[in-house]
């Protein structure tokens, strides 16, 4: 580790001193950029990142505290102050100032907090870098935590928290937390809702010991000039919560996060990352000056987990859980050494690495075989600082479900095996290799999540000139013996008397295991569990030694690269620049293949990418079933033949999709021929195994079935593009289709789809034009050409009419699902007319950020909101989609999004010129960025080819064009397209609606009226006093705390009691906006049957080609 004598104290005369860490960073070989850490006299230290080729800066800054430093008494407040340091900073008040800059400047930002660490990051242009840092400090050491923002931001991380009540992940993660050791910080309720942020105020309250005027926390003077104080104490007597800073309980939120955030977030916690153009010098100064004034309180720098969670009683233990979604799946989970301080050798990734492994003689493969499980998945996890887990987890067929006993005992089978087996050099040397091999190649990745990764490898214990290499590379063993000690010291505590598993599935399959079980329900999420130890017979089956001869380890791995040159003479001896585009290289009936030699990137890797398209494939809703089962048949058949290429970073998807089929192989390209070879012979030669298609029918079952438990937003959207899709079969259809489909159809459904194809072939990467060449007639032997076009074979979208205005309506099944959700599309043409293509992504940028900020952030409709461009099936034509998911009536939700649109053309017509070209700026920077790696570069050219309209230049010629679109064409396009009082616009919007009633609330207007009431009786002991203190404000009450705080004023005498009935009355007549049923709304044409409408509608064109390439035979390679 670092010594002092490893630190240079440099003092800059424009910033405050700071010290500079001597040695260099180890990083790859592929990378071209310069690095420098260096530590504030605060302590916060940063990695300085010099990128000269960036076209975006970027910058993260990792706080090492998260959610479980929590106090006991108010789960979520590490979140809270998530979400509250986004809201305005001394130096810059204004509460969407910082996103609002960020858009103007091709940037974004976002944050997170985890188990041990907050993390925030933003990208934006290069040129705004420094305006970014200055908003973005603050937050670390001038939050206003603005009095204006508690109770919205409340609202936030209840509805984030509501969002992910129904989702099995978040379920479970807290049901694993919940069964730990009583008292341990492990337990802890993360994400937080409403209730548990404001109980301990509550409480007080409760107890008499919180005023109506409780004083705010204070924050001390800021260390830079200010241009706001700190906000002033709250003068407001007002007792109610539905205040904008929540009434007195709000402000005692408030002054507890105040307080929380004054002791945890310390500048000796902090670590930074900046990734800019400027030189490193500026850079180093730019970070003194602006992160030095955050305080070192002189708190623990990196506080650790001490205690593990798991204690006697909770090891050795039997978990059923009960899940939302049809899966079945078992996890067995072991209490783990925490990985980091073991960053030469990674002991548990080697470990995973055979438990894991899906080959021959594997875990997998024999409980496959068996028809037990579907996949297999292993890893250590870091879950805290401090803390780990070993988890092994298997998605279980329903036989396996049955026979969890059985699939469990074979885990601990194979583990016995390893135990006993000696371990053969050449697999640590494997991992050794391609470890370096990956680490020597990597690439560049999108600078926020680059800077985000940085930031927190520094919080590990390693030296620091390892900061960027140690979570990469696997150090060889050598002779000193440690590494396999280790290994064998974790393998002797894989016993079935540490482990914990947990069984997941629905009600129903787990009542026919346990009928007579009786269950629990965890209290945040109400997830139904119970927990058994595990029983002596299964113990002792477990403890015996492996007696299942398939088990065997793997053998050496034959995909490992060992040819990893990269040829660049035919660019660099010509100092060709870098071709924009792919070439056109060859063109038979069955093929068009498109050829790009890696000229740019200059890595050993490879990518073929096919679109294989027939008349068959989903031309009726059975055949699109059979066309997902054949792609599914063939994943299923290749997995213990592709796993060693895919530990060799060689990798391949099949895919089906409304269109076709997709083929993608990629990785490095010595051994990339081999791999191709193997699944294109797949592909054409494949022969139905009965059993297996019968595992892959429940599994797609599943799937299909889970689509109505998913979240309300992906509903609304499904069906948008259902409603525009000219070709797309619903859940139902396909559902009512599969449980009929046979081996011996779909082996005839896949003969018949090859009898007729077109495919678009993309070659690129460290390949030549004849190697492309080769892979395009491996694909097409054996196949027949449609007699079809290929653009007749693309997909097509359906044109909402002009002048319409359209709304489908539809109850979300899950009983549970407290959330609707609106999507609102309106159509604007096709994206070949380049004005209109132009004009309306600028349009979108001017909606982005205030939608955001007017629908979430102000008007808190809901965790999910957001605003943007949508391309519609084919590629061609596009429009604007707002979402937003929210406990509020979807109609309501459309009421906003449309006072939001009115308000905006005020907006746009008063934009000043100077605004507007910094929009346009913003837009342009973003068409104008390059690919940070070769898979970005590849993506692009396969997305222009397999649209057949081959405009690799679009994003160069838009990016000169938007210098002709002026302000006038914006708001020509708002008000003839999107502005709901427009004539001439077509609009459709889904309303996903919740059929979970929600009790009426007392709303503001209601509460108002009842206290006139009893202003009015002037009862005695009622004083103006008493009514000034009344529940009021500017959000709804909750009818118990409403009827609390009356009771105890009115008492039990019968005018106080007369008064009392009149409530329900008023929360009739004065309704919360949004809550109960929601009216006609006039001008709407309600659709009964989407599909019916569908087939109303008119298809679009396809155009082909948008430019003619004069390229067929040339090309540059």
């Excluded at 030296?463 to 013996?481: F, R, Y």
């Excluded at 007699?787 to 359209?806: C, D, K, Q, V």
């Excluded at 939700?893 to 017509?909: G, P």
Aim: hydrophobic share 35%; net charge negative.
């Amino acid at each position: 580790m670092a010594t002092t004598a490893d630190w240079t104290r440099v003092n800059p005369t424009t910033a405050p001193p700071f010290s500079v860490f001597n040695k260099p960073l180890q990083q790859s070989a592929q990378d071209d950029r310069d690095y420098r850490l260096i530590r504030l006299e605060n302590g916060l230290e940063a990695i300085l990142v010099h990128d000269y080729k960036a076209d975006k800066a970027a910058a993260s800054l990792d706080v090492a505290v998260g959610h479980l430093h929590d106090p006991d008494d108010m789960p979520g407040l590490a979140h809270f102050c998530e979400h509250l340091l986004f809201m305005g900073t001394e130096q810059f008040p204004k509460e969407n100032e910082y996103s609002e800059y960020l858009s103007k400047n091709n940037g974004s930002s976002n944050a997170y907090t985890a188990t041990s660490n907050t993390n925030y990051h933003f990208n934006v242009a290069t040129t705004a870098l420094s305006g970014a840092l200055e908003r973005f400090s603050g937050f670390f050491h001038s939050p206003l935590f603005a009095p204006s923002c508690t109770s919205r931001e409340l609202n936030a991380v209840d509805s984030e928290h509501k969002k992910n009540h129904q989702q099995d992940m978040w379920r479970i993660f807290q049901l694993s937390k919940h069964l730990s050791v009583e008292g341990h910080e492990w337990r802890k309720f993360g994400s937080g809702n409403r209730e548990s942020l404001s109980e301990a105020a509550k409480r007080l309250k409760a107890r008499g010991r919180l005023e109506s005027q409780t004083a705010n926390g204070h924050l001390a003077a800021s260390p830079i000039p200010s241009r706001l104080a700190s906000p002033a104490p709250s003068v407001s007597s007002v007792e109610s919560e539905s205040e904008a800073d929540g009434g007195a309980i709000g402000r005692e939120t408030r002054r507890r996060l105040i307080e929380w955030w004054s002791n945890e977030y310390c500048a000796s916690r902090m670590r930074l990352c900046v990734i800019g153009t400027e030189s490193l010098d500026e850079l180093a100064e730019m970070a003194s000056r602006l992160f030095s004034p955050i305080v070192n309180r002189g708190a623990d720098p990196l506080p650790m987990v001490t205690s593990s969670p798991i204690g006697p009683d909770q090891k050795g233990t039997f978990v059923a859980v009960q899940t939302i979604m049809a899966f079945r799946s078992m996890e067995l989970s072991f209490p783990a050494e925490w990985q980091p301080p073991f960053w030469r050798h990674k002991p548990l990734s080697y470990i995973s690495h055979f438990v894991g492994h899906e080959g021959p003689g594997s875990i997998h493969s024999y409980l496959k075989n068996k028809g037990y499980i579907t996949a297999l998945g292993c890893s250590p996890q870091n879950l805290a600082r401090g803390l780990a887990a070993f988890k092994i987890t298997l998605t279980l067929t329903v036989d396996g479900l049955q026979n969890h006993r059985e699939v469990a005992l074979a885990v601990f089978k194979y583990l016995s095996l390893l135990r006993n087996s000696t371990l053969e050099p050449f697999h640590q040397k494997e991992q050794v290799q391609l470890s370096e091999i990956k680490f020597r190649f990597k690439e560049k990745s999108r600078p926020d999540s680059y800077a985000t990764w940085v930031a927190e490898s520094m919080t590990r214990p390693v030296p620091p000139e390892l900061t960027l290499s140690s979570s990469s590379l696997v150090w060889d063993w050598g002779e000193d013996g440690f590494g396999e000690s280790k290994v064998r010291e974790y393998l002797a505590e894989l016993k079935p008397e540490n482990v914990r598993i947990t069984l997941m599935a629905k009600a129903d399959e787990h009542l026919k295991l346990a009928p007579n079980a009786v269950w629990e329900k965890e209290p945040w999420y109400g997830t139904e569990y119970f927990v058994n130890k595990l029983d002596s017979e299964f113990l002792q089956k477990a403890q015996e030694p492996n007696d299942i001869p398939e088990f065997h380890l793997p053998g050496p791995n034959l995909f490992i690269p060992t040819n990893v040159e990269v040829d660049k003479r035919e660019v660099t001896e010509a100092r060709i620049p870098p071709a924009k585009r792919a070439y056109h290289i060859r063109e038979t009936p069955l093929s068009s293949l498109w050829h790009k030699k890696d000229d740019k990137f200059w890595v050993p890797k490879a990518f073929a990418i096919m679109d294989l398209r027939s008349p068959y494939d989903n031309s009726t809703a059975r055949a699109s079933v059979l066309t997902r089962l054949y792609a599914d048949i063939i994943n299923d058949s290749l997995t213990e033949y592709s796993y060693d290429a895919s530990l060799a970073m060689l990798e391949y998807r099949f895919i089906a999709h409304s269109g076709g089929l997709y083929v993608a192989i990629n990785g490095y390209n010595d051994k990339m021929s081999v791999l191709v070879q193997q699944v294109l012979e797949k592909i054409k030669n494949i022969v139905v195994d009965p059993s297996r298609l019968e595992i892959m029918k429940e599994q797609v079952k599943r799937e299909l079935e889970n689509f109505w438990l998913g979240q309300s937003y992906t509903l609304s959207d499904h069906f948008a593009r259902y409603a525009t899709s000219e070709i797309q079969w619903s859940t139902e259809e396909m559902l009512q289709e599969l449980p009929t489909t046979t081996a011996e159809e779909l082996q005839k459904h896949i003969r018949l789809l090859l009898s007729e194809v077109h495919m678009r072939i993309v070659v690129s990467g460290n390949v030549y034009k004849d190697e492309a060449i080769r892979i395009a007639e491996t694909m097409e032997h054996g196949l027949s050409p449609s007699s079809r076009t290929p653009t007749e074979l693309n997909e097509h979208a359906l044109i909402l009419p002009r002048g319409t205005n359209h709304t489908w309506t539809c109850v979300i099944p899950n009983p549970n699902q407290a959330n609707s959700a609106l999507t609102y599309f309106v159509h604007l043409g096709s994206v070949v007319d380049q004005h209109l293509r132009v004009t309306s992504s600028l349009l979108v940028q001017l909606l982005q950020e205030p939608a955001f900020n007017v629908l979430r952030t102000k008007e808190q409709l809901g965790y999910i909101v957001s605003c943007s461009g949508w391309v519609l099936p084919g590629s061609v034509e596009k429009g604007i989609r707002f979402v937003v998911q929210s406990e509020k009536m979807p109609g309501y939700l459309e009421d906003r999004v449309e006072a939001f649109l009115d308000a905006m053309k005020t907006t746009i017509e008063q934009m000043s010129p100077e605004t507007f070209a910094e929009h346009k700026e913003s837009v342009r920077k973003r068409w104008t960025e390059s690919e940070k790696n070769i898979t970005e570069e590849v993506t692009r050219l396969a997305s222009h080819v397999m649209s057949g309209h081959y405009d690799f230049l679009r994003n160069e010629k838009d990016a000169e064009y938007i210098a002709n679109v002026s302000k006038d064409d914006v708001l020509r396009l708002f008000l003839s397209d999107v502005h709901p009082a427009s004539k001439t616009r077509a609009k459709l919007s889904i309303h996903m609606r919740s059929q979970k009633k929600r009790q009426p609330r007392i709303s503001p207007a209601a509460a108002d009226a009842f206290t006139a009431l009893v202003r009015e009786k002037a009862l005695v002991g009622v004083s103006d006093a008493v009514l000034e203190d009344a529940p009021r404000g500017d959000e709804p009450h909750e009818p118990t705390d409403f009827g609390k705080y009356w009771l105890g004023v009115l008492g039990t005498s019968p005018d106080g009691q007369e008064l009392l009935k009149t409530v329900p009355g008023l929360i009739a007549k004065f309704p919360v906006p949004g809550e109960g049923e929601d009216p006609p709304r006039p001008g709407v044409t309600y659709l009964t049957d989407l599909g019916a409408f569908r087939k109303t509608l008119t298809a679009s064109v396809d155009p082909g080609p948008l430019v003619d390439w004069p390229d067929l035979p040339i090309s540059k390679f």
